[in-house]
């Protein structure tokens, strides 16, 4: 038999969900009331979560809870527990992007099934073949990839992939964007993203010292939605398991309208037919629109992905279409009702017993009182067929009825009103429980057990280079540990005294860039000590094809204990924390860690890796070209609309945005020493005072008090001291 692509629909709201089901998803994706990426949804809590499973059940659909932020060791065992009620209550998977989560959902509740969410950052084959290890049931893929890399993903892996295909675009890869967190302090890896991307901006040109008047204060990088309706079946012969649409924070006829444009596309597939799905396409564009792109499934240089907008519009039409919507948005909708078949036998002076049928399970009920006999008030068919089709508060619609009566037999309306009760809910109930599961137990002292952690003695400095100039910035009685890019020059490594010297891999790493470490793995070998990886991918790819020691960078988004045992589970022997943690975490991380650890201790912060460049507006180039040789790849700077200048540079064909001042400890250096962290890290990029940071840092580091180095109001301690929103 073969096995549909998956349809997956968003639902933020209870009303939502409905139109979800009723409009023909084959499953639905929603948030509890914490833990989830999209917390100014409605979102549901545990009562209205156990209705909607056992809804969704009952018309065939699946349900997936997101889980998908990062978490803080003072919230994960509550995650946990959590996800302990969705299992029990037959959840049919949990979507996942905190790594320590996923270790404790494969090490409590082995047999709940696991999403890997987009915010995974899996863009390669490499990425899903590392989630592939804990025996995950998807991986969703980041929006960037091309139908040519999706198909390449699906030949090289085993594990079913999900992609989406309608709905709003980040602008940054996904679970790497630190805008939002750093400039309004609300962060998108824990589900309140304020969309700084939608915010307007203006070009400044660095040379030349003055603003673009062209594109001036205009929202320069905010996307067109996602629309990938004819690339469905193409998606469909390359292998992907699931379809997803994006949309929680909008409402039931975005939902509706969106589903049922891609529910025929994908039934027209599969039933070897074409037809006509205009009208679908435009009534889900009326329901919003900032213009729609498919240009990261085929890249075009004609299709401009830029929307130049910020707010979506919508149709003329859309109070027409509210009206005609009013039903699939109910519980009790005329649409997706189950079929049902009964059979009702009453014999004079014995129970009426009603035999129920969904096609999947059966019931009989009985009367609690026995038939009577009547000449004048004999039950009739028509009466009988009335009573138990009055269905109209349920999920069903009578298919099929078969009365056996005697002669002159009677029974009262509302004993058949019960009968018809009955059934339909225990067949409900019945058809809820897909799994059986037993529960689950575990406790908090059983969950935080951790293996001695390792102490230090003593901090120490480490510095990523990022010109072969930057070399001679490193004086190994202060520096014990460089990063080095693969693309400067090798041979100043081999040159640099250092104890520590590791090759530094860039979160989102192009196929070219995999053949080229693959060519000169062995010189790699000879000259680091070790590799530092930013993303699973290139974990997984240098685990498996080297002998480096591995220290997993800030990308991996480590503010828990448990992200640390299972990166230590594949090879690392030291993480950096994410710039999102604060002082707290960092103290019971090292508490419980057996890996090193390390901290950014002064860096400008890449907020933003995007495939799209902003670049291409002035220049004209319609995106995504190659552009090794652009002059405008690091001429520009974005000027908000509070006057903040940001540095972008375009590299590689990604686009990345810096923040406009420093993260930096100095000042504050010795209260996170006492945290007894091994490494304080110094990226050079942007810096023009990196062997004053330095020099300062290592003061510090030893108690020596400096004169401070930073600017007055010019740099941040970013969430350090703080508690990230």
Same mark, same amino acid.
């Given at each position: 038999?073969?096995?549909?692509?998956?349809?997956?629909?968003?639902?933020?709201?209870?009303?939502?969900?409905?139109?979800?089901?009723?409009?023909?998803?084959?499953?639905? #994706?929603?948030?509890? *009331?914490?833990?989830? $990426? %999209?917390?100014? &949804?409605?979102?549901?809590?545990? =009562?209205?979560? +156990?209705?909607?499973?056992?809804?969704?059940?009952?018309?065939?659909?699946?349900?997936?809870?997101?889980?998908?932020?990062?978490?803080?060791?003072?919230?994960?065992?509550?995650?946990?527990?959590?996800?302990?009620?969705?299992?029990?209550?037959?959840?049919?998977?949990?979507?996942?992007?905190?790594?320590?989560?996923?270790?404790?959902?494969?090490?409590?509740?082995?047999?709940?099934?696991?999403?890997?969410?987009?915010?995974?950052?899996?863009?390669?084959?490499?990425?899903?073949?590392?989630?592939?290890? #804990?025996?995950?049931? *998807?991986?969703?893929? $980041? %929006?960037?990839? &091309?139908?040519?890399?999706?198909? =390449?993903?699906? +030949?090289?892996?085993?594990?079913?992939?999900?992609?989406?295909?309608?709905?709003?675009?980040?602008?940054?890869?996904?679970?790497?964007?630190?805008?939002?967190?750093?400039?309004?302090?609300?962060?998108?890896?824990?589900?309140?993203?304020?969309?700084?991307?939608?915010?307007?901006?203006?070009?400044?040109?660095?040379?030349?010292?003055?603003?673009?008047?062209?594109?001036?204060?205009?929202?320069?990088?905010?996307?067109?939605?996602?629309?990938?309706?004819?690339?469905?079946?193409?998606?469909?012969?390359?292998?992907?398991?699931?379809?997803?649409?994006?949309? %929680?924070?909008?409402?039931?006829?975005?939902?509706? =309208?969106?589903?049922?444009?891609?529910?025929?596309?994908?039934?027209?597939?599969?039933?070897?037919?074409?037809?006509?799905?205009?009208?679908?396409?435009?009534?889900?564009?009326?329901?919003?629109?900032?213009?729609?792109?498919?240009?990261?499934?085929?890249?075009?240089?004609?299709?401009?992905?830029?929307?130049?907008?910020?707010?979506?519009?919508?149709?003329?039409?859309?109070?027409?279409?509210?009206?005609?919507?009013?039903?699939?948005?109910?519980?009790?909708?005329?649409y997706r009702r189950n079929p049902l078949n009964f059979k009702i036998e009453l014999k004079i002076g014995e129970k009426a017993r009603l035999f129920a049928s969904d096609g999947k399970n059966e019931v009989i009920i009985e009367s609690e009182e026995p038939c009577e006999?009547?000449?004048?008030?004999?039950?009739?068919?028509?009466?009988?067929?009335?009573?138990?089709?009055?269905?109209?508060?349920?999920?069903?619609?009578?298919?099929?009825?078969?009365?056996?009566?005697?002669?002159?037999?009677?029974?009262?309306?509302?004993?058949?009103?019960?009968?018809?009760?009955?059934?339909?809910?225990?067949?409900?109930?019945?058809r809820a429980i897909v799994y059986n599961r037993e529960p689950v137990y575990f406790n908090r002292n059983e969950v935080f057990k951790f293996d001695e952690a390792n102490k230090i003695n003593k901090s120490k400095i480490s510095v990523k280079i990022n010109s072969d100039?930057?070399?001679?910035?490193?004086?190994?009685?202060?520096?014990?540990?460089?990063?080095?890019?693969?693309?400067?020059?090798?041979?100043?490594?081999?040159?640099?005294?250092?104890?520590?010297?590791?090759?530094?891999?860039?979160?989102?790493?192009?196929?070219?860039?995999?053949?080229?470490?693959?060519?000169?793995?062995?010189?790699?070998?000879?000259?680091?000590?070790?590799?530092?990886?930013?993303?699973?991918?290139?974990?997984?790819?240098?685990?498996?094809?080297?002998?480096?020691?591995?220290?997993?960078?800030?990308?991996?988004?480590?503010?828990?204990?448990?992200?640390?045992?299972?990166?230590?589970?594949?090879?690392?022997?030291?993480?950096?924390?994410?710039?999102?943690?604060?002082?707290?975490?960092?103290?019971?991380?090292?508490?419980?860690?057996?890996?090193?650890?390390?901290?950014?201790?002064?860096?400008?912060?890449?907020?933003?890796?995007?495939?799209?460049?902003?670049?291409?507006?002035?220049?004209?180039?319609?995106?995504?070209?190659?552009?090794?040789?652009?002059?405008?790849?690091?001429?520009?700077?974005?000027?908000?609309?509070?006057?903040?200048?940001?540095?972008?540079?375009?590299?590689?064909?990604?686009?990345?945005?810096?923040?406009?001042?420093?993260?930096?400890?100095?000042?504050?250096?010795?209260?996170?020493?006492?945290?007894?962290?091994?490494?304080?890290?110094?990226?050079?990029?942007?810096?023009?005072?990196?062997?004053?940071?330095?020099?300062?840092?290592?003061?510090?580091?030893?108690?020596?008090?400096?004169?401070?180095?930073?600017?007055?109001?010019?740099?941040?301690?970013?969430?350090?001291?703080?508690?990230?929103?």
């Amino acid at each position: 038999m073969i096995r549909k692509t998956e349809l997956l629909a968003p639902a933020g709201s209870i009303e939502s969900f409905y139109a979800a089901v009723n409009s023909g998803a084959d499953s639905v #994706y929603l948030g509890g *009331k914490l833990f989830n $990426a %999209r917390q100014n &949804s409605q979102n549901f809590d545990d =009562e209205q979560m +156990k209705h909607v499973i056992k809804y969704a059940h009952n018309k065939n659909v699946r349900v997936y809870v997101t889980l998908n932020i990062v978490l803080k060791d003072t919230e994960i065992f509550d995650a946990l527990k959590y996800a302990a009620f969705l299992y029990e209550n037959d959840v049919d998977a949990v979507i996942v992007q905190d790594l320590g989560l996923l270790y404790l959902l494969k090490k409590h509740i082995p047999q709940l099934p696991v999403n890997i969410s987009t915010q995974g950052a899996v863009y390669d084959e490499y990425g899903v073949k590392f989630f592939g290890q #804990y025996n995950v049931q *998807k991986v969703i893929l $980041a %929006r960037e990839m &091309s139908l040519a890399q999706l198909r =390449e993903t699906v +030949k090289n892996t085993d594990t079913d992939l999900e992609t989406f295909i309608h709905g709003a675009l980040c602008t940054c890869y996904s679970g790497q964007c630190y805008m939002s967190s750093f400039l309004g302090g609300r962060s998108g890896n824990r589900g309140k993203c304020a969309q700084p991307c939608r915010l307007s901006y203006s070009f400044y040109d660095k040379e030349k010292d003055e603003l673009s008047e062209e594109f001036n204060e205009i929202p320069l990088l905010s996307l067109k939605d996602f629309m990938a309706g004819d690339t469905v079946r193409e998606l469909i012969d390359a292998g992907i398991s699931a379809f997803k649409i994006e949309g %929680r924070m909008k409402g039931p006829l975005y939902t509706s =309208e969106v589903v049922r444009y891609y529910r025929q596309i994908i039934d027209d597939y599969y039933n070897g037919i074409h037809t006509d799905t205009d009208r679908l396409r435009e009534r889900a564009v009326s329901t919003f629109s900032r213009g729609y792109t498919n240009s990261y499934l085929k890249p075009d240089k004609d299709d401009e992905m830029f929307a130049r907008i910020s707010s979506g519009v919508k149709g003329e039409n859309i109070g027409e279409m509210e009206e005609e919507n009013n039903d699939i948005a109910h519980e009790f909708s005329e649409y997706r009702r189950n079929p049902l078949n009964f059979k009702i036998e009453l014999k004079i002076g014995e129970k009426a017993r009603l035999f129920a049928s969904d096609g999947k399970n059966e019931v009989i009920i009985e009367s609690e009182e026995p038939c009577e006999s009547s000449l004048k008030n004999a039950v009739t068919e028509e009466i009988v067929r009335e009573q138990l089709g009055k269905l109209g508060n349920t999920i069903y619609e009578l298919q099929d009825l078969t009365i056996e009566n005697q002669d002159n037999v009677f029974i009262r309306k509302s004993t058949l009103n019960q009968l018809r009760r009955d059934a339909t809910e225990l067949l409900y109930e019945k058809r809820a429980i897909v799994y059986n599961r037993e529960p689950v137990y575990f406790n908090r002292n059983e969950v935080f057990k951790f293996d001695e952690a390792n102490k230090i003695n003593k901090s120490k400095i480490s510095v990523k280079i990022n010109s072969d100039e930057d070399f001679d910035l490193i004086d190994k009685s202060k520096v014990d540990r460089i990063y080095v890019p693969h693309n400067l020059n090798l041979d100043l490594v081999r040159k640099t005294d250092v104890k520590e010297k590791y090759l530094f891999i860039p979160n989102i790493v192009s196929v070219a860039q995999y053949n080229e470490f693959k060519k000169n793995m062995k010189l790699y070998e000879e000259i680091f000590d070790g590799v530092c990886v930013n993303n699973v991918g290139t974990l997984y790819f240098f685990k498996q094809n080297s002998g480096l020691n591995i220290h997993c960078g800030a990308f991996f988004n480590v503010i828990n204990s448990f992200s640390t045992e299972l990166l230590k589970e594949n090879g690392a022997v030291s993480v950096t924390f994410s710039a999102e943690s604060n002082i707290r975490d960092m103290e019971s991380i090292n508490k419980n860690a057996s890996v090193r650890t390390e901290i950014k201790a002064h860096e400008y912060l890449q907020l933003m890796v995007m495939k799209n460049c902003p670049m291409s507006l002035i220049k004209k180039c319609k995106n995504l070209q190659d552009c090794s040789t652009c002059e405008h790849r690091n001429k520009y700077a974005l000027k908000d609309r509070k006057g903040v200048y940001f540095n972008i540079e375009r590299d590689n064909r990604l686009t990345h945005i810096y923040n406009s001042v420093p993260l930096s400890l100095l000042g504050k250096t010795e209260d996170f020493v006492s945290q007894h962290i091994d490494y304080f890290m110094v990226d050079t990029k942007w810096l023009d005072d990196a062997e004053d940071i330095i020099d300062a840092l290592y003061c510090e580091i030893n108690g020596v008090r400096v004169p401070n180095v930073l600017k007055e109001n010019n740099y941040t301690r970013g969430h350090y001291l703080k508690n990230i929103l």
